[in-house]
């Protein structure tokens, strides 16, 4: 805790608000996850991450867990490599406390509450948005920590072909391919992407008691497949009417390590399909309807003996109303609805749930001084209603120098495993409700961007187990947190760094009291370097975290590490590009789940035709 109270009262010192962007944001980076539209990333009262499709290549990412590896405040739980089960936690918040959107599409598991990240194939993906922080106002249940959303290629302009054809360490293939385009009124991008890996031993797990990890021992060879293919196209009916429709889907087969009670592969199917109406009624009052449905469908296997089903069908729709009201204010008025179903080998006693929402949000700017508040009611079949606020100040000292303080309260409806599995479920359970506060500042010192971000979340109602391992409201947790980011030009580098303190602490009134939430580490930093040489470009990764535990009752360590990455491009020709990159260099060992083993010193090239935009 030391350290954190010395890092907590040096930004008290500062008056130090959330920064308002990662240090190093352009300022015409919009970003439309904050506030649900469209807003430059250094007008957003809020701790905004945009990952574009250019940082993606430059670091030469081959999956999301990939390129979100590194966001200030997220750190990720994997269970033995590439395509296998991971968990985000940001800012602390457990895995199903973040919300994940697709092209503004809820996505995920209604029974775990989680979403299956490492199933999105990256190749179709053009942008990604981390807002860190409670997002409930806005988007109802699941947004304690923040919201993730990931954004499909657009495409538009001429006629554009890509492709990437890609290879490394473990047998590992990457192939991609797309084509992009559009006129004056319409645009369109479609693409496929197929990745294959004969992976590594996932875990080192060990059949009876103690037992741990994956309760078996089947030193093999774990690997995984996906198969990608995305669309995207929309079209401008006339100056004030435009419409869009979307499409991804990630199929394929994941192996892991399992016991003969369980399954050792499974066959998964996760898409998204979703349509949106933009609509400039008047000057002042534009009009949005969207709707969409997202699926999540696996069937699994033990030694290719079919042992279970589990599939999650999410529908939802908006309806959103933006009103500018003045030069410098914006009334946001809206409707949400979301319809979720089950269905599989396991007998629910409900298998359906919808929730209807109704939200309104303000925006204004008084000089210097920036104000944002949002209100929120949500009416859920199981729960009933539950009503969320958020409110966030800002103020500019200089156009290079801003504060800014934000509270939000959020809250976590509970899934269909922990309300109706069967010998498991609680249909009495009530939501998780948090309240979070946040203070910090961003500015600009010569050609240095900076930010630093106090903040703490406090959740009731947290969902536990008791003496019979029925899942019940009683646990708390509190969790403190810093985040400082810091970016420049020097001597020809692009230098970049970040570096999270947390302090997860478990406040259950009971011997677990005190201790660290599992699977956090206190400390999470990257380094980024990187350089254009003639027709070369280089770069190098720093990534650390300090230890975790594995278990609530902090009895099982897992140590820290630190992997270090190198990266290369060569322009073979303006269009033609060969990457290659050394991930892990250093060879470390480390886990990030107990007895599931995370990959060595491992390689990729990778050959890229990008023609650049005309």
């Not at 250019?54 to 966001?71: C, F, K, N, P, T």
């Not at 991609?176 to 797990?205: I, K, M, P």
């Not at 280089?538 to 300090?546: Q, R, T, V």
């Not at 990455?565 to 990457?579: F, G, P, V």
Request: hydrophobic share 35%.
């Amino acid at each position: 805790m030391t350290h954190l109270r010395t890092a907590g009262l040096l930004a008290g010192l500062s008056l130090f608000a959330s920064a308002p962007q990662a240090a190093g944001d352009d300022p015409l980076t919009i970003n439309v996850t904050a506030a649900r539209t469209p807003q430059s990333n250094v007008d957003t009262l809020a701790s905004v991450t945009v990952i574009d499709r250019d940082e993606i290549e430059r670091r030469q990412a081959h999956s999301v867990q990939d390129a979100l590896r590194g966001v200030p405040g997220l750190s990720f739980s994997n269970n033995g490599g590439l395509g296998k089960a991971t968990s985000v936690f940001l800012r602390g918040a457990e895995s199903d406390q973040v919300l994940v959107l697709v092209d503004g599409v809820r996505v995920g598991s209604a029974t775990l509450g989680t979403t299956s990240i490492q199933d999105i194939p990256i190749d179709q993906v053009e942008r990604i948005e981390v807002v860190r922080g409670p997002r409930s106002s806005l988007y109802g249940a699941d947004a304690i920590g923040g919201v993730i959303q990931i954004f499909t290629r657009k495409g538009g302009g001429p006629l554009t072909p890509r492709l990437s054809l890609g290879g490394g360490s473990h047998g590992t293939q990457d192939y991609s391919a797309g084509l992009s385009g559009g006129g004056e009124r319409g645009w369109f991008s479609v693409g496929a992407s197929y990745l294959q890996t004969r992976g590594f031993n996932s875990c080192a797990g060990r059949p009876f008691p103690p037992g741990g990890g994956c309760f078996t021992d089947e030193p093999d060879h774990d690997g995984y497949r996906n198969t990608g293919v995305a669309a995207r196209a929309g079209y401008r009916l006339t100056d004030t009417l435009s419409a869009e429709a979307h499409y991804l889907r990630g199929e394929g087969e994941n192996e892991y390590d399992g016991s003969v009670f369980s399954s050792n592969s499974s066959d998964y199917t996760q898409d998204v399909f979703g349509a949106r109406v933009d609509w400039r009624v008047l000057s002042g009052w534009q009009m949005s309807l969207s709707g969409g449905r997202s699926r999540d469908l696996a069937d699994a296997f033990h030694d290719d003996s079919f042992r279970s089903t589990f599939n999650s069908n999410r529908y939802s729709a908006s309806w959103l109303n933006v009103f500018t009201i003045g030069a410098a204010q914006r009334l946001t008025l809206g409707a949400d609805w979301l319809d979720d179903r089950v269905s599989g080998t396991t007998d629910y006693g409900q298998d359906s749930r919808d929730n209807a929402a109704g939200f309104a949000q303000y925006q204004g700017q008084f000089g210097s001084h920036e104000l944002t508040a949002a209100v929120r009611r949500d009416d859920n079949q199981q729960f009933g209603g539950h009503t969320t606020g958020s409110l966030a100040w800002g103020y500019r000292f200089s156009p290079t120098l801003r504060v800014m303080a934000s509270w939000g309260s959020a809250f976590k409806a509970p899934t269909f495993n922990e309300l109706y599995f069967p010998f498991f479920g609680n249909p009495s359970l009530e939501p998780e409700e948090a309240d979070s506060y946040e203070l910090g500042v961003a500015g600009q010192h010569g050609a240095v961007d900076w930010s630093l971000n106090l903040y703490q979340t406090d959740i009731d109602e947290l969902i536990g187990f008791d003496a019979s391992f029925v899942p019940v409201n009683i646990d708390k947790t509190r969790i403190r947190g810093l985040e400082a980011i810091a970016s420049t030009r020097l001597a020809g580098w692009d230098l970049a760094a970040n570096l999270s303190v947390l302090d997860p602490e478990n406040r259950g009134q009971d011997a677990n009291r005190g201790n660290q939430l599992p699977r956090r580490a206190k400390l999470l930093g990257r380094l980024d370097a990187d350089r254009g040489l003639g027709a070369w470009r280089i770069g190098a990764s720093l990534y650390g975290e300090g230890k975790r535990y594995d278990d609530i009752a902090n009895t099982t360590e897992l140590g820290g590490y630190v992997t270090f990455d190198l990266r290369a491009t060569y322009a073979l020709t303006r269009d033609w590009s060969l990457e290659g990159k050394l991930a892990n260099a250093l060879d470390k060992h480390y886990r990030t789940a107990n007895l599931f083993n995370q990959d060595g010193r491992n390689a990729m090239l990778t050959v890229r035709y990008a023609p650049p935009a005309r």
